[in-house]
C-alpha cells in the first residue's frame, strides 16, 4: 500500500510539473508522411494503473525541461519513452526521466513520436528533435556539441535508429534547423529492444556503424525476453572497436524505468551518470 502511495504521488507531481514546461511541435506545416490531420495526443484509457500512455501521437513534439541555471552543466538528453512503437510510456520512461536528469544538471527534452506503428515516422521526429534543439541551444545555455540521446524499450530502439542512421535522409527540409546535424553526441540504451532482427538474431540490418557512431551506454537484465538485443549492439560496436559500455543484471525483467522496483531500476540511474560524467567531462574527474 506505501509503495502504491509512493507511486501516485510521483506521478501526481511529476504530471504536474510536465503540465508547466515548454512545448515545441517539431513540424510548422504538414508532418511528413503522415496522412492525418494535426490533433492532440490521446490518453490510453484501456490500461488502470499508475503509467501515463498516449496510444496516438500525430503532431509530434518535445516537451522541454531546462537544467536549474545553478545546476547547469551545458549538456542536453532526448529522451524517446518505450511503447512497442504503439504507445508512449509517457512518465514512466519519459518524464520521471526528465527529472531527474534536470537534477543532474542536465537540460531533458522528452520526445513525443509518432504512434501507432509509425516507425519510419518515428524516426523522422527524432532527427527533427535533435536539429530543434541545436538550433535554440543558447536558449537553454547549452552547448549544440553536448547534445544526446537516450530511450527504453521501443525508445531504446528508436535511439540506436538514430544514433546510427544520422546521415540518412528521411525527409525535405523544412527550414533552417535541417541544415544542422542530427547526429547525437551520445547514446544511453535502457533494455533496448529491436536490436537483433538480422539473420539468426543478429544486429538489425538497418543499424549501420561507422566511425561516426556516437559512444553508447547499455544496460540489460539477463531475464528481458528482449536481452539479446543489448548483446548483438555492444558485439557490433565492440567488432567495429567503437566506444560502448554494457552492464547486465541477472534479473529485473523489462520496463522498470525509474521507479523502485529492484535491483536493476536503483542500479542503472547512477551507473549511467558516472558514464555521462566520463563521457561528457574527463577532465573533471
Known sequence: ?????????????????????????LWPGKVPGEVNEKLPSVIDTARKDDVLRYSEVTN???????????LNNGAGVIICPGG?????????????????????GYSAFVLQYRVPDKKEGA??????????????AGKWNMDPEKTGIMGFSAGGSLSARTSTLFNKRTYVPVDAADSLSCRPDFTML???????????????????????????????TADDSYGNSALVMTTALRDAKLPVELHILPSGGHGYGLRPSGLAAATWPELAENWLKRILYPNNL
Not at 2 to 17: D, G, R
Open 1 to 25: 500500500m506505501k509503495q502504491l502511495l509512493i507511486s501516485a504521488l510521483l506521478l501526481l507531481s511529476v504530471s504536474c510539473l510536465s503540465q508547466k514546461k515548454e512545448v515545441i511541435y
Open 84 to 104: 512497442a512503437y504503439r504507445i508512449l510510456s509517457w512518465d514512466k520512461e519519459g518524464t520521471e526521466v526528465a527529472a531527474w536528469l534536470n537534477r543532474l
Open 190 to 220: 535502457i533494455y533496448p529492444a529491436y536490436l537483433d532482427q538480422g539473420e539468426n538474431r543478429s544486429l538489425t540490418p538497418e543499424l549501420k556503424l561507422t566511425k561516426e557512431t556516437p559512444p553508447m551506454f547499455i544496460f540489460q
Open 60 to 70: 509530434p513534439a518535445i516537451v522541454v525541461w531546462p537544467a536549474d541555471p545553478k
Open 123 to 136: 524516426l523522422q521526429d527524432a532527427q527533427r528533435a535533435l536539429r530543434v534543439i541545436r538550433q535554440n
